[in-house]
């Protein structure tokens, strides 16, 4: 059975610094989603890892994949307010049945 | 881009009554459909895959004669909660594997309230 551990689950940082989020996975994945999700809302597509020592940048946020560790991270580098929000990373199996499984998911809040 | 419509975004209805949400793929044909749903502040868990013109495959633990899903087409997949109760009550969303894309495309959301 896959299983996908995020952590932290709750994060409260100060804007203009940085942290990392950590999406560990149990077995072999194909492909590493990242997804952003707004209070009331669906899901938006951030990133995308698709091998090995895949990174990712999109503004103040970076996605990069170790398949060997098992280990996604999406670092936030000087974190502003427009932020906040839960982040999920979702792990697509790499044989079988093809299907997204979620990780617990992080809140961050960005305090000004 | 890939866009998944769901309706409706909100619904409350009343205790022992039934709910369809529908899903469509509006420009791309959608092989495959999934259904997830979420509780607050929890994340999302697969509730079933179908793809076209074949019965959906449910995950364990999930009622195939409570939810109803349909995918008569390649652009069309709905969910029917029947017999609604309070307990149901939750955030049910689809998304959507096209032919020939990587990636998955996730519809806006239905808030489900039972009451």
């Known amino acids: 059975e896959l299983k996908v551990e995020q952590n932290p689950l709750f994060l409260s940082m100060q804007e203009g610094k940085n942290y990392t989020i950590y999406c560990n996975y149990s077995t072999t994945s194909d492909r590493l989603y990242w997804y952003r999700q707004d209070p009331g809302k669906s899901l938006e597509s951030l990133f995308v890892?698709?091998?090995?020592?895949a990174v990712k940048q999109e503004g103040r946020l970076m996605a990069s994949l170790d398949t060997k560790a098992r280990l996604s991270t999406l670092h936030i580098t000087a974190a502003v307010h427009d932020l906040s929000a839960t982040y999920f990373c979702?792990?697509?199996?790499?044989?079988?049945?093809?299907?997204?499984?979620f990780g617990s998911g992080t809140r961050l809040q960005v305090q000004p | 881009g890939a866009v998944v419509s769901q309706h409706p975004s909100w619904v409350i209805c009343k205790s022992g009554t039934s709910v369809k949400i529908e899903c469509r793929s509006l420009?791309?044909?959608?092989?495959?459909m999934f259904w997830y749903r979420q509780f607050p502040k929890q994340s999302l868990m697969l509730m079933a895959t179908s793809n076209e013109g074949s019965k959906a495959t449910y995950e364990q633990g999930v009622e195939k004669d409570k939810f109803l899903i349909n995918h008569a087409s390649l652009t069309l997949s709905t969910l029917t909660v029947t017999s609604a109760h309070p307990e149901d009550s939750s955030f049910y969303i689809c998304?959507?594997?096209?032919?020939?894309?990587?990636?998955?495309?996730f519809g806006s959301g239905t808030r489900l309230t039972v009451v």
């Open positions: 420009d791309f044909q959608a092989t495959t």
């Open positions: 998304s959507a594997r096209g032919r020939g894309l990587y990636g998955y495309t």
């Open positions: 890892l698709l091998s090995n020592g």
């Open positions: 979702a792990v697509e199996y790499a044989t079988g049945r093809r299907a997204l499984t």
